[in-house]
């Protein structure tokens, strides 16, 4: 388990962008915290540490969007946000299970506390919580199986 303190966006995004350079193919990264706890931003960080050019917007609204990588093994990273689900169930109507089970797939669930049946192996969780302002208190533990 990591524990990290940022004061600024800079810092956050240095702690994103050192766990993206640690990352492979097959991983779930299973963000938490409350609302404007900095999630997204991790998010774009993480994307930037990936060599994503693309801009990474949050999918609160569609639910999930992709974006291909080129990346050691990483050839796409899927964004989730279940902040308007109700059920983990709404999650197999879109097709997520099948990116969990790609090899070549990165996928980050911001909401994740949300979901009760993610799977174990390879599963990293992204602990943020709003200190004030621009401070972020930022908990990194991993369970890497497999």
Known sequence: ?????????????KVANDLATSLESGQLIALSGNLGAG?????????????????????????MKSYPVNYKQIKQLIHVDCYRLDASEDLAD??????????????????ADKLDNLPKNNLINVKMEFLGQDKRKIVISSKLVG
């Open 1 to 13: 388990m990591q524990e990290f303190v940022t004061n600024n966006i800079k810092e956050t995004n």
């Open 39 to 63: 999630k997204t931003v991790f998010v774009k960080a993480l994307a930037v540490g990936l060599g994503i050019s693309e801009t990474i917007t949050s999918p609160t609204f569609v639910l």
């Open 94 to 111: 879109i097709g997520l299970q099948d990116f969990l089970d790609d090899p070549q797939t990165l996928v980050v669930i911001e909401w």
